[in-house]
Each structure stands twice: as structure tokens, then as C-alpha cells.
């Protein structure tokens, strides 16, 4: 396949388990500051709340001492110093659609963006003319110096190429049975350096989006076949299990399968008016019917019969099912009952029992049950959550915090041993609207989350997991912890997929720890009120709302001078008046 039982204030997160891209007019290329980036925007759509990493030793990842910045509402981040190494953006969510960004931008040193175009030249080395050309750009068209947002026609190439990228991501994941955040993420950079390996590779007359804005089918083949290849040949270990998981497909059958779809979705994107440009990225990005079709059908792409089959016609229907328009209409639905009855007599197998209603609908997360939160016994809505929610009374060391879960599909990969489980960070922020200034962060570096056979889930922290934590008020200076001790099961209990947070407890346990750190803070602390913005976000983890995604949005959390590199996934924000 491609301790101690925990106690936190960020169980808040857990509880929830993260209870959980345009513009006219000419482009506007802006110089940059020698070879270094002091400020920039992340592009797919402004991506909010994302984490701009400067990545010194190109590594991916945040080390010590790598600046890591956090993105407006704009897409806007900052480097002070500048950025003298590649940029690499990922979490956050899209402004435009508010659905959370799953993959990873790239770009050079001096970039003033990063979008899924810059990603291309820092992936495989091409230059800002090739890309123009491959995708039908005016001649001189320097992506890595210019905001989409600011040009339509270069705004609906750059979506079109993050549909491409993550619909191949999403049903190579969803084919090796894992489609956790970590392990999608990881594919989609093996899928966006398929993208640039296989353009420069192609004749240059043939155009991935040619003058016409039309998608080259046979150019996303390549990439599908490339991006199996990649994936394979990787020596990331969190690709460890999805390696395993698609050895056994034919490259050549799923691409067969899926290319048109997923060409006729971003030719979508460059054909379409500027005022549907939001409405359809919107729906397209939100649809899982590709990826489900390739899992449902995935005893048709397998090595053993990818010489017995003709897929052409089942990816003919699934085009027309996976268009957003669609609505799974009955003729396409017949097409693909006909095909695939047809293909796995040919292949000698049982055809598969798929619904094909189904596959538009999401599978395989944690549904939060009713769409609601419990503080104190007292039942909200999410939605009321979203819109604010006051406390009858002072916190109090009874206080307590629940989220119940509805278990859709595996929303937890398997490890090597069958068991699945996973490791996420959470993070917790409660922001002051008054004039106390008063903000509270809170960061667990790592806890485990299992489901068993009963699709039971348990929560535990590993030894060596860290909380870290600053809180600050106007005119108090900011107050740092880093707790290395998380304990016990007094802080949660988990009952029938219910988790209840003791949080009186948990700030009982928080204002101790604080004692001579910041006596003043801690004075604020102990007479807790007002109106606070709350963001709670968990990494790793696919949860949704149980009937829309009302309020569970891709987030950040950073811990302010902690070091800690920040926790990005999906959360729940909401507002909190305290009495």
C-alpha cells in the first residue's frame, strides 16, 4: 500500500479531530529582491492560513532554524530575512472556495508567487518560457513574477493544472487504499514532478493546453503513467504504503481510465466564462467521482488483466460522469453498467459490485455527528459555533468539551501490521476580539489515533510527544512553555467514538505550569473572559461535517517563538464569549 493515554488542552483539538482558485485586466509582474524573496503570496486561488516554508537544505520539510511563515487572507507571506532558498507552501485553505489545499506549491528564491506553475520549474528545472508554451501562455509570460489572480487567462490555466494534478493524486490514493492528508500530500509532489517530466519530454508542438484552451488527454496519459512510475521509484517512506499498494495496477489501464475525465475537467477551467470560474472550480475540486471510480473498479486495472480489457469505454463514461454539469446522468451511468459487465467477462474476473450513484459522494473520513459541539452538557451547532456561542458561566473545573463521530469507510490508513492508526499533530488558538489583546496557542507535536475492528477510535500520546504553548496580553509580554510530560486519561474519555474533554481540568493543569513564568498573564488567565476567535486544526486526519463542510475548513495553528513548526489540516473555527 501506495505511553500514556492522552490529556491536553489540545485535546480540544482531538476531541474534534480536527472537527474536523480570478481577475481581469493585465498581469502585474513585480521585481524581485535580488535572488531572495521578502514577501510573496501562495496562489491556487489566495490560499489562507498555509505555511511558507524557506526550505535552506531543500528537504521539504521544516528543520530548526528554517523560517516558516503564515499566509493572510490574501495569500500574502513575509521573510525577514528574505528567502535566499526554495519556498515551499502547503496547508491553508482556498479563499475562493474555502476548501483546504492538499498538496504542496513550489518556487525559486526571487519568486514573488508560488503556485502550482512555479512548482513546475523548481520540480524539474523548467524554464518560464517552457511552461508558457506548454500551456499556451503568451510568449514571455513569467509565472514566477506574476499573480494569477491578476491575469484571467493565466488564473484558469494555473486551476486547470491543480485539477489535473490532484485529481491524478486523489485516485492514485484512493487506488492504494490511503488517502490520509500526509500520504496524498506526498504523491502530489511525485505527481507535479510527473507533470513537468512529461512536458519537457513531449514534442514541443504538442501542447498540454494548446491555443484553444483545450487539454491534451494524451499528455495527462503521460502523466498518470509517470506519476505511478515516480511514486515507485520514490524513497520517501510516508509513500511506504501507497508503493505497496499500487504495485499491483497496470500504469497503462488507469491512465486508459481516467485521463479524459480528468482533461475534460481542466479544459473545463480554461473554457469557461470569468464569472463561473468560482462556481465551477468550486464543484470540480469538491467532486470525488474520479478517484472513486478507479477505486470501485480497481480489479479492471490491474497488471494480471491489463491485456484483456479495453477501458475506452468506461473512461468515455466516466468523462461524462466525472463532468461537472453531470448530475451522474442515466446515460452515462448505463454506458459504464454496460462497460463494465462487458470488460470483466473479457478479463475473466466477477464484475465489480459497484454503485455508481455513489462514487460523487465523498468516502473514507470521520463525519462529525450532527454537525455538532457539547460544552458544558449544552448541544450547538456548528453552524451557532460559526456564528458565536456564549458561555452561561465562568469556566470552572467541571467544564467539559465533546464531539461524537460517524466512521465513513477507512478515514485511518493501516500500518504494516494491519492496525489502523495514524500521527497527527493538533493545534488550538483562542484570540481576544476585545482589548485584552489576550491570545492563547497551543501546539501537540504528535499523538496516535486507531480504530479497531469495531471502527472504535482511541486516542494516546507517545512519551516523548511535546505541548507547546505561549499566551500573551496588550502591555504583558508573550509567555513561552514547552510541556514534556503529557498526561493522564483524567483529561478525556472516549465512549462510543464520543470525545469528552475535561477542560476545566485542562486549564487548571495549564495555569500551574504557568506559575513564574508571566504572573501578570497568568492573572488574565485566571479571570478568563470575553469574546474569542477559536481555530482548532488537526493534521493527517480527513474529517467533515456529517451533512455539508460548513465549518470545517483547511486551518494553521503556530505557536509563536515555540520553533515548532506549524500544525496545518482541517479544523473548526468558531467564536466563544466567555462571561
Avoid at 454537525?371 to 452538557?377: A, M, R
Avoid at 497568568?522 to 479571570?527: A, E, R, T
Wanted: glycine share 10%; proline share 4%; with cysteine.
Amino acid at each position: 500500500m501506495f505511553e500514556k493515554k492522552m490529556a491536553l488542552p489540545l485535546m480540544a483539538v482531538v476531541s474534534m479531530l480536527a472537527a474536523c482558485g480570478g481577475g481581469d485586466g493585465a498581469s502585474t509582474p513585480v521585481t524581485p529582491v535580488a535572488s531572495a524573496t521578502a514577501a510573496g503570496k501562495a496562489v491556487d486561488g489566495y490560499l489562507n492560513g498555509a505555511s511558507a516554508l524557506c526550505d535552506t537544505n531543500n528537504n521539504g520539510v521544516a528543520d530548526a532554524g528554517e523560517a516558516v511563515a503564515t499566509t493572510d487572507a490574501q495569500g500574502n507571506f513575509t521573510f525577514a530575512p528574505a528567502c535566499s532558498s526554495t519556498i515551499v507552501v502547503s496547508g491553508g485553505s482556498s479563499v475562493d472556495t474555502g476548501l483546504p489545499f492538499k498538496g504542496t506549491l513550489k518556487a525559486r528564491a526571487g519568486s514573488i508567487v508560488a503556485t502550482p506553475l512555479t512548482s513546475l520549474m523548481v520540480n524539474a528545472g523548467m524554464t518560464a518560457a517552457q511552461i508558457a508554451s506548454a500551456l499556451g501562455l503568451p510568449a514571455g509570460t513569467d509565472i514566477s513574477m506574476t499573480d494569477p489572480m491578476s491575469n484571467a487567462d493565466l488564473h484558469k490555466k494555473t486551476l486547470a493544472m491543480q485539477q489535473i494534478i490532484q485529481q491524478v493524486t486523489d485516485t492514485l490514493g484512493a487506488l492504494a487504499q490511503d488517502s490520509s492528508p500526509a500520504t496524498i500530500q506526498a504523491i502530489y509532489s511525485q505527481v507535479a514532478k510527473a507533470v513537468a517530466t512529461t512536458l519537457i519530454a513531449a514534442d514541443p508542438s504538442a501542447k498540454l493546453i494548446d491555443g484553444g484552451n483545450s487539454v491534451s488527454a494524451s499528455l495527462v496519459s503521460g502523466i498518470v503513467q509517470q506519476s505511478a512510475a515516480n511514486i515507485a521509484a520514490a524513497s520517501d517512506v510516508s509513500l511506504t504504503a501507497a508503493k505497496a499498494g499500487l504495485g499491483g495496477f497496470s500504469a497503462n489501464s488507469v491512465a486508459a481510465l481516467i485521463s479524459g475525465a480528468i482533461a475534460s475537467q481542466a479544459e473545463a477551467l480554461t473554457k469557461t466564462s470569468d464569472a463561473g470560474l468560482l462556481s465551477l472550480t468550486g464543484s470540480l475540486q469538491s467532486n470525488p467521482t474520479i478517484a472513486n471510480a478507479a477505486s470501485g473498479l480497481a480489479a479492471l486495472l490491474t497488471g494480471g488483466v491489463a491485456n484483456k480489457v479495453d477501458l475506452t469505454i468506461l473512461g468515455s463514461a466516466l468523462k461524462q460522469l466525472s463532468a461537472a454539469d453531470s448530475g451522474n446522468d442515466a446515460a452515462a451511468s448505463a454506458a459504464m453498467s454496460s462497460a463494465i459487465a462487458t470488460q470483466a467477462q473479457l478479463a475473466g474476473v466477477p464484475a465489480p459490485a459497484v454503485v455508481i450513484g455513489s462514487w460523487s459522494q465523498p468516502t473514507n473520513y470521520l463525519a462529525i455527528l450532527n454537525d455538532s459541539i457539547e460544552i458544558n452538557g449544552n448541544v450547538y451547532t456548528l453552524k451557532q459555533f460559526l456564528s458565536g456561542v456564549t458561555l452561561p458561566r465562568k469556566p470552572a473545573s467541571t467544564d467539559t468539551l465533546s464531539f461524537a463521530y460517524k466512521v465513513i469507510g477507512s478515514p485511518i490508513p493501516r500500518n504494516a501490521g494491519g492496525v489502523m492508526t495514524t500521527t497527527v499533530s493538533l493545534g488550538v488558538e483562542l484570540t481576544d476580539t476585545g482589548n485584552s489583546g489576550l491570545v492563547l496557542q497551543f501546539i501537540v507535536d504528535q499523538a496516535e489515533l486507531s480504530l479497531d475492528g469495531n471502527k472504535q477510535l482511541s486516542v494516546s500520546i507517545p512519551a516523548g510527544a511535546k505541548m507547546y504553548v505561549f499566551g500573551k496580553a496588550s502591555g504583558i509580554a508573550g509567555a513561552n512553555l514547552t510541556l514534556t510530560k503529557i498526561s493522564d486519561n483524567q483529561f478525556i474519555q472516549v465512549v462510543n467514538n464520543k470525545l469528552t474533554v475535561n477542560t476545566g481540568i485542562v486549564l487548571v493543569h495549564l495555569l500551574s505550569q504557568l506559575q513564574g513564568q508571566s504572573s501578570a498573564l497568568l492573572s488574565n488567565l485566571k479571570n478568563l473572559s470575553g469574546t474569542f476567535n477559536t481555530k482548532f486544526v488537526v493534521s493527517n486526519l480527513n474529517v467533515r461535517s456529517e451533512t455539508d463542510k460548513t465549518g470545517v475548513k483547511g486551518l494553521s495553528v503556530t505557536v509563536t517563538g515555540s520553533g515548532q513548526p506549524a500544525v496545518n489540516g482541517l479544523g473548526i473555527l468558531g467564536i466563544l464569549t466567555i462571561p
